[in-house]
């Protein structure tokens, strides 16, 4: 079983649709929780940052961490096609750790 | 800045070549990162550096070797290149943590290169 299971899609969802990203995770130590967006032939790039449970809002994108379940989630609100990417999530343990373990990636399309 | 940059872009190597795929920051990190990324298996850690001179493995560190002999690069060789290793690299780079407050969120946050890709024949 992989650390951190992801669905990888693809999704796809018209424009101004709410969009929901989850990822579960099987190791308790995590408690650095990110999310990346990756466009075509480009690296990853952050996208939203939390540490341990709770939610964390920011603009159109709000990120979830249900500690006690091992599951956190990506909400995007009125999805646009710019949005088009693979998203990633990622996690990592406390204070001293160094290694991120990502999750697959789930392709998302938002249709114009 | 020019933030994260890897050279070369693209390669195509044969089966039992060597070659050294270089990662260069410009923003004093202290940590650096060698990732691949394969269809269906996401990035894959595989090896990191906390530190100059430091080098450690990761994930699937097998069939390669790295050195961070300065800060700001970090160096990723293949010694034999196998048609395993055809996927695309991606380099990453972060600041040291212990930060308070909204620092911390720079802290932990990776700044990934262009990726290489490469393909073995």
């Known amino acids: 079983q992989k650390e951190v299971e992801q669905d990888p899609g693809p999704l796809s969802v018209p424009e101004g649709a709410i969009v929901s990203l989850n990822c579960t995770y099987s190791n308790s130590a995590f408690q650095y929780f990110m999310w990346y967006r990756q466009y075509s032939r480009k690296g990853p790039e952050l996208l939203m940052y939390t540490y341990s449970s709770g939610n964390k809002e920011d603009g159109r994108f709000t990120a979830q961490v249900d500690k006690s379940s091992k599951y956190i989630s990506l909400f995007i609100r009125d999805s646009q096609p710019s949005d088009s990417a693979t998203y990633l999530c990622a996690m990592r343990g406390g204070s001293g750790t160094y290694k991120y373990i990502f999750g697959t990636g789930t392709r998302l399309k938002v249709l114009a | ?121």
């Not at chain 2, 070659?19 to 410009?26: E, K, N, P, R, Y």
């Not at chain 2, 560190?61 to 961070?68: A, F, I, L, Q």
């Not at chain 2, 991606?90 to 407050?101: D, I, M, Q």
């Open chain 2, 1 to 121: 800045n020019a933030g994260v940059t890897q050279t070369p872009k693209f390669r195509v190597l044969k089966t039992g070549q060597s070659m050294t795929l270089l990662c260069a920051q410009d923003m004093n990190h202290e940590y650096m990162y060698w990732y691949r990324q394969d269809p269906g298996m996401g990035l894959r850690l595989i090896h990191y550096s906390v530190g100059e001179g430091t080098t450690a493995k990761g994930e699937v560190p097998d069939g390669y070797n790295v050195s961070r002999l300065k800060k700001q690069n970090f160096l990723l060789g293949l010694e034999s290149a196998a048609p395993s290793q055809t996927s695309v690299y991606f380099c990453a780079s972060r600041k040291t943590a212990g930060l308070a407050g909204g620092a911390k969120l720079l802290a932990d946050t990776q700044y990934f290169g262009p990726g290489t890709r490469l393909t073995v024949l």
